[in-house]
Protein backbone atom coordinates (compact mmCIF):
# COMPACT_ATOMS: atom_id res chain seq x y z
CA UNK A 1 0.00 0.00 0.00
CA UNK A 2 2.88 2.33 -0.35
CA UNK A 3 3.69 3.31 3.58
CA UNK A 4 6.34 6.00 3.15
CA UNK A 5 9.95 4.71 3.94
CA UNK A 6 12.80 7.55 4.96
CA UNK A 7 14.52 6.24 1.47
CA UNK A 8 10.61 6.86 0.07
CA UNK A 9 10.43 10.73 1.26
CA UNK A 10 14.09 11.78 0.68
CA UNK A 11 13.85 10.52 -2.96
CA UNK A 12 10.56 12.18 -3.79
CA UNK A 13 11.91 15.62 -2.17
CA UNK A 14 14.95 15.47 -4.25
CA UNK A 15 13.27 15.17 -7.37
CA UNK A 16 10.78 18.13 -6.46
CA UNK A 17 13.72 19.90 -6.07
CA UNK A 18 15.52 18.96 -9.10
CA UNK A 19 11.84 20.13 -11.04
CA UNK A 20 12.43 23.51 -9.69
CA UNK A 21 15.59 24.06 -10.77
CA UNK A 22 15.20 22.31 -14.04
CA UNK A 23 13.55 24.75 -16.70
CA UNK A 24 12.89 21.41 -19.03
CA UNK A 25 10.48 20.63 -16.29
CA UNK A 26 7.10 22.27 -16.36
CA UNK A 27 4.37 20.31 -14.75
CA UNK A 28 5.12 17.23 -12.17
CA UNK A 29 2.60 14.31 -11.21
CA UNK A 30 2.92 12.41 -8.11
CA UNK A 31 1.29 8.95 -8.23
CA UNK A 32 1.38 5.70 -6.99
CA UNK A 33 1.17 1.96 -8.21
CA UNK A 34 -0.53 -1.24 -6.79
CA UNK A 35 -4.30 -0.57 -4.82
CA UNK A 36 -3.03 2.43 -2.76
CA UNK A 37 -1.32 5.84 -3.64
CA UNK A 38 -0.06 6.05 0.10
CA UNK A 39 -0.73 4.16 3.42
CA UNK A 40 0.85 6.77 5.49
CA UNK A 41 4.50 6.43 7.29
CA UNK A 42 6.11 2.89 7.05
CA UNK A 43 6.28 2.59 11.51
CA UNK A 44 7.58 -1.12 11.15
CA UNK A 45 11.35 -0.18 10.36
CA UNK A 46 13.90 2.37 11.40
CA UNK A 47 15.35 4.85 8.48
CA UNK A 48 18.19 2.97 6.44
CA UNK A 49 20.56 5.57 6.77
CA UNK A 50 21.94 6.99 9.80
CA UNK A 51 20.68 9.70 12.55
CA UNK A 52 21.90 13.27 11.39
CA UNK A 53 20.61 16.86 11.41
CA UNK A 54 18.72 16.53 7.66
CA UNK A 55 17.94 12.37 8.39
CA UNK A 56 16.26 12.32 11.37
CA UNK A 57 15.41 8.66 12.86
CA UNK A 58 12.95 8.03 15.47
CA UNK A 59 14.28 6.83 18.77
CA UNK A 60 13.24 2.87 19.78
CA UNK A 61 10.98 3.73 22.93
CA UNK A 62 10.29 6.81 25.09
CA UNK A 63 12.32 5.72 27.87
CA UNK A 64 15.60 6.72 25.26
CA UNK A 65 13.68 9.84 24.30
CA UNK A 66 14.75 13.38 25.40
CA UNK A 67 12.80 16.88 25.03
CA UNK A 68 12.75 18.01 21.70
CA UNK A 69 13.48 14.45 20.17
CA UNK A 70 9.93 13.79 18.79
CA UNK A 71 9.87 17.60 17.57
CA UNK A 72 12.57 17.68 16.15
CA UNK A 73 11.92 14.45 13.97
CA UNK A 74 8.79 15.45 12.56
CA UNK A 75 9.90 18.87 11.63
CA UNK A 76 12.62 17.55 9.78
CA UNK A 77 10.78 14.39 8.40
CA UNK A 78 6.70 14.55 8.05
CA UNK A 79 6.64 18.85 7.81
CA UNK A 80 9.88 19.02 5.03
CA UNK A 81 7.94 16.50 3.21
CA UNK A 82 4.88 17.21 2.85
CA UNK A 83 6.42 21.74 2.44
CA UNK A 84 8.77 20.27 -0.37
CA UNK A 85 5.47 19.81 -2.37
CA UNK A 86 4.05 23.47 -1.69
CA UNK A 87 7.21 24.98 -2.23
CA UNK A 88 8.20 23.00 -5.22
CA UNK A 89 8.25 26.22 -8.48
CA UNK A 90 6.67 24.02 -10.74
CA UNK A 91 2.60 23.11 -10.65
CA UNK A 92 2.34 19.52 -8.82
CA UNK A 93 -0.44 17.29 -9.19
CA UNK A 94 -1.68 14.17 -7.11
CA UNK A 95 -3.38 11.30 -9.29
CA UNK A 96 -4.94 9.05 -6.29
CA UNK A 97 -4.69 5.66 -7.34
CA UNK A 98 -6.17 4.42 -4.19
CA UNK A 99 -6.28 4.55 -0.40
CA UNK A 100 -4.79 8.01 0.92
CA UNK A 101 -4.64 8.00 4.61
CA UNK A 102 -2.19 9.80 7.42
CA UNK A 103 0.68 11.49 5.83
CA UNK A 104 -0.83 9.73 2.57
CA UNK A 105 -3.60 12.07 2.68
CA UNK A 106 -1.87 14.99 3.38
CA UNK A 107 0.93 14.56 0.48
CA UNK A 108 -2.19 15.27 -1.97
CA UNK A 109 -3.77 17.61 -0.21
CA UNK A 110 -0.27 19.56 0.01
CA UNK A 111 -0.52 19.11 -4.50
CA UNK A 112 -2.06 22.08 -6.87
CA UNK A 113 -4.43 19.80 -8.00
CA UNK A 114 -5.87 16.62 -6.95
CA UNK A 115 -7.12 13.83 -9.03
CA UNK A 116 -8.50 11.05 -7.41
CA UNK A 117 -9.53 7.19 -9.07
CA UNK A 118 -13.40 6.74 -8.49
CA UNK A 119 -12.46 3.65 -6.19
CA UNK A 120 -9.66 6.02 -4.25
CA UNK A 121 -10.26 7.23 -0.29
CA UNK A 122 -8.89 9.56 2.08
CA UNK A 123 -8.39 8.37 5.57
CA UNK A 124 -6.96 10.87 8.65
CA UNK A 125 -6.11 7.88 10.37
CA UNK A 126 -3.82 9.83 13.29
CA UNK A 127 -6.92 9.50 16.28
CA UNK A 128 -7.16 5.18 15.60
CA UNK A 129 -3.55 5.13 16.53
CA UNK A 130 -3.69 7.85 19.63
CA UNK A 131 -1.38 10.09 17.44
CA UNK A 132 -2.17 13.81 16.80
CA UNK A 133 -2.06 14.33 12.86
CA UNK A 134 1.41 15.51 10.97
CA UNK A 135 2.75 16.30 8.09
CA UNK A 136 0.61 20.02 8.44
CA UNK A 137 -2.77 18.27 8.62
CA UNK A 138 -4.29 20.45 10.88
CA UNK A 139 -2.24 23.78 8.68
CA UNK A 140 -3.93 22.11 5.11
CA UNK A 141 -7.32 20.79 6.33
CA UNK A 142 -9.20 23.70 7.86
CA UNK A 143 -7.91 26.02 4.78
CA UNK A 144 -9.50 24.00 2.25
CA UNK A 145 -12.90 22.65 3.86
CA UNK A 146 -13.21 24.57 7.34
CA UNK A 147 -12.40 24.23 10.69
CA UNK A 148 -15.46 22.24 11.40
CA UNK A 149 -14.81 19.50 8.66
CA UNK A 150 -11.60 19.32 8.98
CA UNK A 151 -12.20 18.14 12.98
CA UNK A 152 -14.64 15.75 11.89
CA UNK A 153 -12.22 14.11 9.60
CA UNK A 154 -9.76 14.37 12.31
CA UNK A 155 -11.17 12.98 15.49
CA UNK A 156 -13.53 9.82 13.50
CA UNK A 157 -10.79 9.15 11.45
CA UNK A 158 -13.98 7.53 8.84
CA UNK A 159 -12.62 7.08 5.09
CA UNK A 160 -13.68 9.41 2.81
CA UNK A 161 -14.86 8.53 -0.27
CA UNK A 162 -13.36 9.86 -3.63
CA UNK A 163 -16.83 11.30 -4.68
CA UNK A 164 -17.26 13.05 -1.07
CA UNK A 165 -13.99 14.45 -1.04
CA UNK A 166 -14.72 15.99 -4.48
CA UNK A 167 -17.74 17.60 -2.80
CA UNK A 168 -16.62 19.23 0.00
CA UNK A 169 -13.57 20.23 -1.98
CA UNK A 170 -10.26 18.56 -1.05
CA UNK A 171 -10.46 16.79 -4.57
CA UNK A 172 -10.84 18.76 -7.52
CA UNK A 173 -11.92 15.91 -10.31
CA UNK A 174 -12.86 12.60 -10.02
CA UNK A 175 -12.51 9.48 -12.59
CA UNK A 176 -12.77 6.24 -13.29
CA UNK A 177 -9.16 4.33 -12.79
CA UNK A 178 -8.57 2.92 -15.79
CA UNK A 179 -9.39 6.77 -16.81
CA UNK A 180 -6.95 8.42 -14.13
CA UNK A 181 -3.27 8.16 -15.16
CA UNK A 182 -4.52 9.84 -18.91
CA UNK A 183 -6.55 12.51 -17.17
CA UNK A 184 -2.96 13.10 -15.36
CA UNK A 185 -0.85 13.01 -18.37
CA UNK A 186 -3.95 15.29 -20.31
CA UNK A 187 -3.46 18.10 -17.44
CA UNK A 188 0.25 18.09 -17.07
CA UNK A 189 0.57 18.22 -20.85
CA UNK A 190 -1.83 21.76 -20.54
CA UNK A 191 0.32 23.20 -17.13
CA UNK A 192 3.65 22.69 -19.05
CA UNK A 193 2.13 24.55 -22.18
CA UNK A 194 1.85 27.50 -19.99
CA UNK A 195 3.91 30.41 -18.71
CA UNK A 196 5.72 28.51 -15.91
CA UNK A 197 6.84 31.17 -14.27
CA UNK A 198 3.60 33.26 -14.10
CA UNK A 199 2.04 29.77 -12.36
CA UNK A 200 4.92 29.38 -9.71
CA UNK A 201 4.30 32.72 -8.96
CA UNK A 202 0.76 32.83 -9.03
CA UNK A 203 1.10 29.36 -6.85
CA UNK A 204 3.10 31.45 -3.97
CA UNK A 205 0.28 34.22 -4.06
CA UNK A 206 -2.72 31.77 -3.34
CA UNK A 207 -0.47 29.64 -0.99
CA UNK A 208 0.51 32.85 1.37
CA UNK A 209 -3.09 34.32 0.94
CA UNK A 210 -4.52 32.62 3.96
CA UNK A 211 -1.70 33.94 6.10
CA UNK A 212 -1.30 37.33 4.81
CA UNK A 213 -3.31 40.48 5.74
CA UNK A 214 -4.69 42.68 2.64
CA UNK A 215 -1.81 44.76 2.95
CA UNK A 216 1.21 42.25 2.56
CA UNK A 217 -1.14 40.35 -0.01
CA UNK A 218 -1.39 42.78 -1.97
CA UNK A 219 2.26 44.00 -1.86
CA UNK A 220 3.22 40.28 -2.64
CA UNK A 221 1.14 40.66 -5.81
CA UNK A 222 2.32 43.57 -7.14
CA UNK A 223 5.62 42.27 -6.55
CA UNK A 224 5.04 39.11 -8.25
CA UNK A 225 3.78 41.03 -11.60
CA UNK A 226 6.65 43.37 -11.17
CA UNK A 227 8.95 39.94 -11.28
CA UNK A 228 6.61 38.02 -13.78
CA UNK A 229 6.85 41.65 -16.41
CA UNK A 230 10.62 40.59 -17.01
CA UNK A 231 9.59 37.10 -18.24
CA UNK A 232 9.99 36.05 -22.04
CA UNK A 233 6.66 33.85 -21.47
CA UNK A 234 4.98 37.67 -20.02
CA UNK A 235 6.36 39.37 -23.43
CA UNK A 236 4.95 36.79 -25.54
CA UNK A 237 1.59 36.56 -23.70
CA UNK A 238 0.95 40.35 -24.66
CA UNK A 239 2.68 40.09 -28.31
CA UNK A 240 0.22 37.07 -28.73
CA UNK A 241 -2.78 39.23 -27.90
CA UNK A 242 -1.94 42.17 -30.13
CA UNK A 243 -1.35 40.04 -32.79
CA UNK A 244 -4.32 37.78 -32.10
CA UNK A 245 -2.37 34.32 -32.26
CA UNK A 246 -2.06 31.25 -29.51
CA UNK A 247 0.63 32.11 -27.57
CA UNK A 248 3.53 29.51 -27.51
CA UNK A 249 5.08 29.95 -24.22
CA UNK A 250 8.63 28.42 -22.73
CA UNK A 251 8.69 28.68 -19.53
CA UNK A 252 10.90 31.49 -19.34
Not at 37 to 48: H, I, K, N, Q
Not at 132 to 150: E, N, S, T
Not at 154 to 166: C, I, N, S, V
Not at 204 to 225: C, H, I, K, P, T
Request: glycine share 8%.
Amino acid sequence: MNALTWDQRERIMALLAAASADPAVRAVVLTATGKGFCAGADLRGSPSAPAAPSAPSSPSSPSERIAGDVARMIRLGAQRFITSVMDCEKPVIAAVNGTAAGIGAHLAFACDLVLAADNAKFIEVFARRGLVPDGAGAYLLPRLIGPQKAKELMFFGDALPAAEAARIGLVNKVVPADELHATAKEWAERLAQGPTRALALTKQLVNASLDSDRASALAAEAAAQEINMTTADANEGVASFVERRTPKYRGL
